[in-house]
């Protein structure tokens, strides 16, 4: 019987600690990738609106993060600073893992603006790529034609 006591002890001890350990980590923010070397911050609705002017320069952006790769945790879609539009942050798989429980969270990342040139039918693949990992639904008919995308390929990026 005491052992039973004991061991009961023990369990809710460690219980009160683990507690303890997410709520100290749920104050924390959460780094990523390389450090951050970038302090001036670019916004977003700058890069889309001339996002040719920003190629293949490394950024430091800012934002709300309002969806993560459900499967993987390579990619982000940060909300852009006018509420406007958003802009996503791809990693390498495995290289970074963004949470998806951080989504709603502020993000900051720091990588390089690319883009990516899609014909109709690979635009097509890779929307229908995302809808799958996302569990939404696609549409085929609402590519119309060729198409380019940009992104950030993210360094490195701090989670509030």
């Known amino acids: 019987m005491k052992i039973k006591i ?3 002890a023990f369990l809710l001890s460690c219980g009160l600690i683990i507690a303890q350990t997410d709520e ?3 104050n924390e923010e959460m780094k990523l990738g390389s450090d951050i070397t970038l ?3 670019t916004k977003i609705s700058d890069i889309l609106a001339d996002p040719d002017s920003y190629l293949d320069q490394t950024v430091l952006v800012e934002g709300e993060i309002l969806n993560v790769c459900p499967k993987m945790g390579c990619w982000m879609e940060l909300k852009s600073d006018d509420g406007e539009g958003m802009i996503k942050i791809k990693v390498k798989d495995g290289e970074i893992v963004f949470p998806v ?3 709603g969270e502020n993000a900051v990342v720091e990588g390089t603006v690319y883009k990516i040139e899609l014909s109709q039918e690979d635009a097509i693949s890779y929307y229908e790529h995302i809808a799958d990992e996302t569990g939404e639904d696609f549409d085929p008919s609402t ?3 060729p198409m380019t995308i940009y992104q950030i390929k993210g360094l490195g990026a701090v989670i509030d």
Do not use: P, S
């Open 24 to 26: 100290v980590n749920q």
């Open 101 to 103: 429980d951080a989504i």
């Open 39 to 41: 302090t001036e911050t």
């Open 143 to 145: 590519i119309t034609g």
């Open 6 to 8: 004991i061991f009961a």
